[in-house]
Nanobody
């Protein structure tokens, strides 16, 4: 089994910054992608940022230039640096790690990010 623990969410004013962390542990497997998704009330879960095993990154258009995904392999942790936050970034943010098979697809419990003055 694999466990993902997210942290770093909270309440921030518009224009502020937060850094989310997702630490994973448990069974070893080859990781294909690590990503952050978010789900706002009444909306579907959407991809925010993704980083592949080859260090390629992909971002939702709405966060390009503001968010940065990175990882620390030694710490088994993936990060999401969020700058210039907007009220529309308010959502529950989920960490996801996928392996090269459909069996390895793991989610964190989610962390709330609220952007409000």
């Amino acid at each position: 089994q694999v466990q993902l623990v997210e942290s770093g969410g909270g309440l921030v004013q518009p224009g502020g910054s937060l850094r989310l962390s997702c630490a994973f542990s448990g069974r070893s497997f080859s990781i294909y992608t690590m990503g952050w998704y978010r789900q706002a009330p009444g909306k579907q879960r959407e991809l925010v940022a993704l980083i592949t095993s080859g260090d390629s990154t992909n971002y939702a258009d709405s966060v390009k230039g503001r968010f940065t995904i990175s990882r620390d392999n030694a710490k088994n942790t993936v990060y999401l640096q969020m700058n210039s936050l907007k009220p529309e970034d308010t959502a529950v943010y989920y960490c996801n790690i996928k392996g090269f098979t459909t069996i390895d697809d793991y989610w964190g419990q989610g962390t709330q990010v609220t952007v409000s003055s």
